[in-house]
């Protein structure tokens, strides 16, 4: 996908509406239409990049900056008991709009949303997981 025919994109030049909460010169906040929460905000990068794996260090250093602003001001403003962060990079986690962005997602005590249930590594795994991201990062 372009930045033509990006959703995302098309809220940065105002082509379609949104409840723009933050603005500076590099991102954009705005709620979600379909919130886990009400006060649900998207942080984006007014630059088009798809996700985590294309988007620019400067960029995503502003993105992550601005999440933290909104961490706050939801907090305030709504009282909140606490604050995830989320980000889905491609369609196998869940991405749905290809533009990169962070969830900034106000949680209450109570409230039914669950985020995972984690599982314990099998035997030997734990240590050969590690040694692959180490790997990887030695390249």
């Keep these: 996908m372009n930045a033509a025919d990006c959703l995302f994109c098309k809220i940065v030049v105002r082509e379609i509406p949104a409840q723009i909460v933050y603005e500076d010169d590099n991102v954009l906040a ?6 886990i929460n009400p006060g649900h905000t998207l ?30 001001a939801l907090e305030t403003a709504l009282k909140t008991d606490g604050i995830n962060l989320g980000m889905n990079n491609r369609a196998g986690a869940g991405q749905v709009v290809f533009h990169a962005h ?14 995972w249930r ?6 030997g795994e734990f240590a050969a997981t590690g040694d692959k991201i180490r790997a990887a990062l030695n390249k």
Excluded: Q
């Excluded at 705005?30 to 919130?35: E, T």
């Excluded at 984690?118 to 035997?123: I, L, Q, S, T």
């Design 30 to 35: 705005f709620l979600d239409i379909n919130p």
């Design 43 to 72: 942080v984006i990068p007014k630059k088009h990049s798809k996700d985590i794996f294309e988007i620019d260090y400067a960029e995503w250093t502003a993105v992550m900056r601005a999440a933290r602003v909104i961490a706050h």
């Design 102 to 115: 962070v969830h900034v997602i106000p949680r209450f005590e109570g409230d039914p949303h669950k985020l």
């Design 118 to 123: 984690g599982k314990p590594y099998a035997e």
